[in-house]
């Protein structure tokens, strides 16, 4: 296991229970802790698990995290996904989900898949209600 510091881990974890759920939610208070985004599934085989993908800032080890998540499966979110592949990975389906995040209102507008695409929704919407 590579013990490498890192920022963006993604997390799975099956056949969570509550004190694993409340672990989860205890990474937020983390001084480092900067995001994380968790979807509550069922596998084809009946398996519940949990998906999350975990920011900090500045980097943090694997280490530590299996610390918190013995049985968990970790593993560093690959250089080329963006934010947003893993945020809606974890989102995808009619899914329990849960959000929490230390970012700033310019870093939370960038989790949107494409920026113009709030132009072209509002864009179309404002010109409707003004009628």
């Given at each position: 296991?590579?013990?490498?510091p890192?920022?963006?881990?993604?997390?799975?974890?099956?056949?969570?229970?509550?004190?694993?759920?409340?672990?989860?939610k205890?990474?937020?208070?983390?001084?480092?802790?900067?995001?994380?985004?968790?979807?509550?599934?069922?596998?084809?085989?009946?398996?519940?698990?949990?998906?999350?993908?975990?920011?900090?800032?500045?980097?943090?080890?694997?280490?530590?995290?299996k610390?918190?998540?013995?049985?968990?499966?970790?593993?560093?979110?690959?250089?080329?996904?963006?934010?947003?592949?893993?945020?809606?990975?974890?989102?995808?389906?009619?899914?329990?989900?849960?959000?929490?995040?230390?970012?700033?209102?310019?870093?939370?507008?960038?989790?949107?898949?494409?920026?113009?695409?709030?132009?072209?929704?509002?864009?179309?919407?404002?010109?409707?209600?003004?009628?």
């Amino acid at each position: 296991m590579s013990n490498e510091p890192y920022r963006y881990w993604v997390i799975t974890l099956n056949n969570y229970t509550d004190e694993d759920v409340a672990t989860l939610k205890g990474v937020t208070l983390l001084p480092n802790f900067r995001y994380l985004i968790t979807g509550y599934e069922k596998s084809k085989t009946g398996t519940p698990h949990i998906q999350g993908y975990i920011e900090f800032k500045p980097t943090i080890r694997k280490k530590l995290l299996k610390s918190f998540f013995p049985r968990a499966h970790i593993e560093k979110k690959r250089e080329a996904s963006k934010r947003i592949v893993a945020r809606n990975y974890c989102w995808k389906g009619p899914i329990s989900k849960a959000e929490w995040n230390q970012m700033t209102p310019y870093e939370k507008i960038n989790l949107l898949p494409h920026p113009e695409a709030v132009y072209d929704i509002f864009g179309t919407f404002v010109p409707n209600i003004q009628g």
